[in-house]
């Protein structure tokens, strides 16, 4: 089976999904999940790792019964991989943490992370990252509703990769 070979390492916050709750039906929801799920598994670098969240921001959607019916426990589990570094986790501001878990994994292959975010949250990002500096580098951040092209594209392409063998 052919990996796909991804630029950037995925990092997800809460908000995100909420914004997408608010823009996509349960299909289309469930659909962009599904996704998530074949891009982490055919990733070449992160075989089923390559898509994140913390601990504590995946406990704060689970923490809202609303999004949790409408996301689907198992599609959810399955599409991220929940970090639990303790020392990242102990930051309570979810922006810092989402952060600090980009750097961490930008310290591995690809060596850059894109950071999932809504589109609100945007300004609030790039304000603490410009504060960072260096250590901001080879950090990007994607909205809520470029997040849905972006998603589908990199699906794309493991399709192909798939369907090359």
């Given amino acids: 089976m052919t990996k796909t070979k991804l630029p950037y390492r995925f990092i997800f916050d ?7 709750k608010e823009i996509l039906n349960q299909t289309s929801f469930s659909v962009y999940l599904i996704q998530l799920m074949k ?3 055919n990733s070449m ?33 399955n599409a991220l991989d929940p970090q639990d570094i303790s020392i990242i986790e102990k930051v309570d ?3 810092e943490r989402t952060i600090r878990y980009a750097q961490d994994s930008k310290a591995y ?9 809504n589109d609100d949250k945007i300004d609030e990002y790039k304000e603490l990252l410009n504060k960072m500096g260096k250590d901001a580098e080879n950090i990007i951040l994607v ?6 092209g972006l998603i589908k594209k990199y699906h794309e392409e493991v ?3 798939l369907s090359g063998c």
């Fill in 14 to 20: 809460s908000f995100h999904f909420s914004a997408l």
């Fill in 39 to 41: 891009i982490s598994s």
């Fill in 45 to 77: 670098d992160h075989k089923r790792k390559h898509c994140l969240i913390s601990r504590k921001s995946l406990e704060e959607i689970s923490r809202d019964t609303l999004k949790f019916k409408y996301i689907g426990l198992f599609l959810f589990t």
């Fill in 93 to 95: 501001d979810e922006i």
């Fill in 109 to 117: 292959e690809p060596f850059k992370s894109a950071i999932f975010t």
């Fill in 143 to 148: 909205g809520h509703r470029e997040a849905i």
């Fill in 159 to 161: 399709k192909a990769n």
